[in-house]
């Protein structure tokens, strides 16, 4: 059997394996084992162990336990509440303020937590029902912030550009800078949109019955300007080169830890053990995922599967736009059935020299890969993110959330037509600061 149709069996046995339910770790592990056993025969089962934990002896994936922890810490506290309500109080004569309000304070969320499913809740648990109580539209709140989301994973500190850092072997200082502008950009877009439906359908004056003060706008900011802080040196110190990313993640885990004890007296130690708890739960997670997905890229690599692919595809004689085109169609079917973890860990390695023989530059490519993956959240069946919004509106029917969301998808697709065309809004930061 040729390595191309291995391929295709590889990718059609782990797809099925995944659709089980079975977890990704255990799943990707139980089919790179299976496929090195039938055609490696028992010799390969000697590098098991080996590739694993060779794989997970990497200093950079120290980061990602201080980032998860940095991201429990704000979420366990009232953070996300008071980003809301502050930018709510400074926006309210913008049309669709509420909305506006919403996806700005996801933004903010974003770069804090660096998780799409706990700024959802975050921002939704209070967001969705006073816009709904001010009169906008089930779909436009509940799509709002099912969308700005997504935005964790793209907006720095992300803990998905980590994880694509580590399997293309690029610079997670540069790719935390570089998904900076075009997370302001999709940011832009989604309030743009808010603003134009908002005063298309009329609700541009439901927010005005409420003037606030310069003290009441004022007055939430001494709660937030720390946590601010703590992003704006975290990312200065990454690409100052003050710090590497392990050591700026701990010190900012350490400072927000900090920050939630002082300013909103999570000082308990049943508070802080649920906090540490859910921290360790997820980092053993995705570091049994990416031990994992180093075996199954030894795997390919070792059936000659990685080669082939890259082989073929720099052979067909078309435009590169044209393989990029059919790279991202790939990556947006493949989002609408697994998690963006899976997908970059295991499309990474066949991917990458592709991009790189395209003369793509793999920072940029990064980008427009992790806004792929932001799609992929809210895309059925299994968008993570419809589902916590419905978890949090359960009275909300599911193809209502997914009808006021699809704007926003062509917001994320407009985004990745704009980058390709323009793609020094993601590579100017990095070498600018960077060199």
């Not at 694993?52 to 990602?64: A, C, E, P, Q, R």
């Not at 998905?160 to 940011?187: D, K, N, Q, W």
């Not at 790939?330 to 990474?348: E, R, S």
Request: contains cysteine; charged residues 10%.
């Amino acid at each position: 059997m040729s390595p191309l149709w291995i391929g295709l069996l590889i990718f059609a046995i782990t797809t099925l394996v995944l659709a089980t339910g079975m977890p990704i770790a255990f799943a990707l592990g139980a089919v790179a084992l299976a496929f090195m056993l039938v055609f490696d025969g028992w010799g390969s089962v000697h590098f098991l162990a080996e590739t694993i934990f060779g794989g997970l002896n990497d200093f950079t994936l120290v980061s990602l336990p201080m980032f998860i922890v940095m991201g429990a810490a704000v979420a366990g506290s009232r953070a996300g509440s008071d980003l809301y309500e502050a930018l709510s109080r400074w926006l309210y004569k913008v049309p669709g303020s509420l909305v506006v309000s919403n996806l700005g304070a996801c933004a903010l969320f974003s770069a804090l937590s660096g998780s799409s499913p706990a700024t959802c809740a975050a921002i939704g648990k209070m967001g969705i029902p006073e816009m709904r109580k001010r009169g906008y539209d089930a779909d436009l709140a509940t799509g709002a912030i099912a969308a700005g989301g997504t935005l964790g994973i793209l907006i720095p500190p992300s803990i998905t550009m980590i994880l694509y850092g580590i399997a293309s072997e690029t610079s997670i200082g540069r790719l935390f800078v570089a998904g900076i502008l075009p997370g302001l950009l999709l940011v832009a877009l989604f309030m743009a949109w808010a603003i134009f439906l908002s005063w298309k359908r009329g609700t541009r004056l439901v927010d005005h019955g409420r003037v606030y003060s310069l003290r009441e706008k004022l007055e939430l900011m001494p709660r937030l300007v720390p946590f601010i802080a703590v992003i704006i040196g975290v990312v200065y110190a990454l690409y100052g080169g003050i710090a590497t990313p392990s050591e700026a993640a701990a010190v900012g885990a350490a400072l927000c830890l900090a920050m939630v004890v002082v300013i909103y007296r999570v000082w308990r130690p049943r508070e802080l053990w649920v906090i540490l708890r859910d921290s360790l739960r997820e980092s053993g997670m995705l570091l049994m995922i990416i031990g994992t997905s180093i075996l199954f890229g030894y795997m390919m690599s070792s059936l000659q599967v990685t080669q082939s692919v890259a082989e073929s595809i720099a052979a067909l004689q078309v435009n590169r736009w044209i393989i990029m085109a059919a790279i991202n169609l790939m990556l947006l079917v493949a989002g609408c059935f697994l998690p963006p973890a899976a997908i970059i860990l295991m499309t990474t390695p066949i991917l990458m020299p592709v991009i790189t023989a395209a003369g793509f530059d793999p920072i940029w490519f990064g980008v427009i890969l992790t806004i792929n993956m932001e799609l992929g959240l809210i895309t059925p069946p299994v968008g993570l993110n419809l589902f916590v919004i419905n978890g949090i509106t359960p009275d909300v029917r599911l193809p209502t959330i997914l009808r006021g969301a699809f704007p926003f998808m062509l917001c994320m697709v407009a985004a990745i037509v704009i980058l390709c065309v323009f793609p020094e809004i993601a590579t100017w930061l990095p070498a600018k600061v960077m060199g």
